[in-house]
T-cell receptor, first 115, second 111 residues
Framework: EAGVTQSPTHLIKTRGQQATLRCSPI?????VYWYQQALGLGLQFLLW???????NRGNFPPRFSGRQFPNYSSELNVNALELEDSALYLC??????????????FGPGTRLTVL | KQEVTQIPAALSVPEGENLVLNCSFT??????LQWFRQDPGKGLTSLLL?????REQTSGRLNASLDKSSGRSTLYIAASQPGDSATYLC??????????FGTGTRLTIIP
């Protein structure tokens, strides 16, 4: 069974540009979560999508947005990039709605560097 | 504020020793607690998931315990091996919407 996949592996952008990160969940999983792991900081929750809807959002500005497609894959968009957006962005998927019962399975991440 | 803390931030032990990693959390009303492993620059691998009604979970050389009343969890690794070197993350589901992660313990097993 294929795991969670993310693309691209690395992404280099300059300040002010937009970045698009992609995630494909495990087959059969309907929930997708996005996390940011900045250097020296823990994982911070960004967004949760389930069945195409945004279910919850972390404490990030509106220039962080995303969507989930009918096939349950997801995109994370970061507009007006700032230097501090440089981080490893991790996507996770789970079967059910929410984290109360199901393990989250993580992808390998996208390393975003903002110059 | 719901927080997860892991101490120490780094730990080095000789190969073959048993070791314990600690995790504490601020709110005893949790859904579950998970332990993850992260290799440098990589994603997370789920090790153990403990539901709020459970006291412990075991997988191979790993045993995780949960004490909600004291807001603590431990991950016990028996007979450590160099391949166990990684960062171990504790994550708590305080609600249904997300996991709250600790900052991790970087474990180094010395051959």
């Amino acid at each position: 069974e294929a795991g969670v996949t993310q693309s691209p592996t690395h992404l280099i952008k300059t300040r002010g540009q937009q970045a698009t990160l992609r995630c494909s969940p495990i087959s059969g999983h309907t929930s997708v979560y996005w996390y940011q792991q900045a250097l020296g900081l823990g994982l911070q929750f960004l967004l949760w999508y389930d069945e195409g809807e945004e279910r919850n959002r972390g404490n990030f500005p509106p220039r962080f947005s995303g969507r989930q497609f009918p096939n349950y894959s997801s995109e994370l968009n970061v507009n007006a990039l700032e230097l501090e957006d440089s981080a490893l962005y991790l996507c996770a998927s789970s079967q059910g709605q929410g984290v109360n019962t199901d393990t989250q399975y993580f992808g390998p991440g996208t390393r975003l560097t903002v110059l | 504020k719901q927080e997860v803390t892991q101490i120490p931030a780094a730990l080095s032990v000789p190969e073959g020793e048993n070791l314990v990693l600690n995790c504490s959390f601020t709110d005893s009303a949790i859904y579950n607690l998970q332990w993850f492993r992260q290799d440098p620059g990589k994603g997370l691998t789920s090790l153990l998931l403990i539901q709020s009604s459970q006291r412990e979970q075991t997988s191979g050389r790993l045993n995780a315990s949960l004490d909600k009343s004291s807001g603590r969890s431990t991950l016990y690794i028996a007979a450590s091996q160099p391949g166990d070197s990684a960062t171990y993350l504790c994550a708590v589901a305080f609600g249904n919407e997300k996991l709250t992660f600790g900052t991790g313990t970087r474990l180094t097993i010395i051959p």
